[in-house]
């Protein structure tokens, strides 16, 4: 009998099911609105994302897009406990399908990104995490996907161009309304430009995991702070 061994993946889980994705979607959408409003000098993404550009006037947001990444960690805003309420939820959903539900979360920075037609995010890592995630709160048919690149890349592709090569070179996800991304924020990955009239609204979160390995004293009872943690 042959077996396909799928050998050091690194997981991506999607999930499209979530209870009140809908509502949740909606709520966050005219939030991030009202951010992009309260935050004139908001960071830009799009060819302004790499070099950190801030925005100068409501043209430079029209013309390159929006992330509330430099102005407010949404992590800490009691007005998005909703939203961050149902990111942790999804990350402990994540820890289950990877067989690591025992270890416990903290939530490090959250953040709002809105695309006009032709914004995009180019390659990027998220440093300092353990995992990250996307929440589509707007995203019409067909835009431009969120695509990964395999970390491997660099030292097959020297001996296995894509003629020859059963390694996929790249992964994409379509976005649409209500979709979490859960991925390892190691993996290198950007977005396509979004080709739409209307805005593409996204929650961006990382989260580290917490853990410490139980010493001799620990397993002998006596006194001592667990380490797990979790956090909203």
């Known amino acids: 009998m042959s077996e396909v061994i799928p050998m050091f993946s690194h997981p991506v889980v999607t999930i499209d099911d979530y209870p009140d994705s809908e509502a949740i979607a909606d709520r966050f959408f005219e939030k991030s609105l009202a951010l992009m409003e309260e935050y004139p000098?908001?960071?830009?993404?799009?060819s302004a994302w790499h070099s950190?550009?801030?925005?100068?006037?409501?043209?430079?947001?029209?013309?390159?897009?929006?992330?509330?990444?430099?102005?407010?960690?949404?992590?800490?805003?009691?007005?998005?406990?909703?939203?961050?309420?149902?990111?942790?939820?999804?990350?402990?959903?994540?820890?289950?399908?990877?067989?690591?539900?025992?270890?416990?979360?903290?939530l490090d920075n959250a953040w709002a990104s809105v695309y006009g037609k032709g914004h995009f995010v180019p390659e990027h890592t998220h440093p300092l995490s353990h995992l990250s995630m996307a929440f589509y709160a707007a995203a019409t048919e067909g835009t431009g996907r969120i695509v990964f690149e395999n970390p491997s890349r660099g030292h097959f592709q020297h001996f296995y161009p894509p003629e020859i090569s059963w390694m996929h070179y790249r992964y994409s996800i379509q976005p649409k309304k209500g979709l979490f991304v859960v991925f390892p924020s190691y993996l290198v990955h950007h977005t396509e430009p979004h080709e739409s009239d209307e805005y593409r609204v996204i929650y961006s979160a990382n989260v580290q995991l917490q853990y410490r390995k139980p010493t001799d004293s620990d397993r002998e009872g006596e006194s001592t702070q667990s380490g797990i943690y979790q956090q909203v």
């Open 41 to 46: 000098d908001a960071g830009l993404i799009s």
């Open 52 to 106: 950190g550009q801030r925005a100068r006037s409501r043209e430079d947001i029209e013309k390159h897009g929006f992330t509330s990444f430099y102005n407010v960690n949404l992590g800490k805003r009691e007005d998005f406990h909703f939203m961050n309420q149902a990111a942790m939820a999804v990350f402990a959903q994540y820890l289950r399908v990877v067989g690591k539900s025992n270890l416990g979360m903290r």
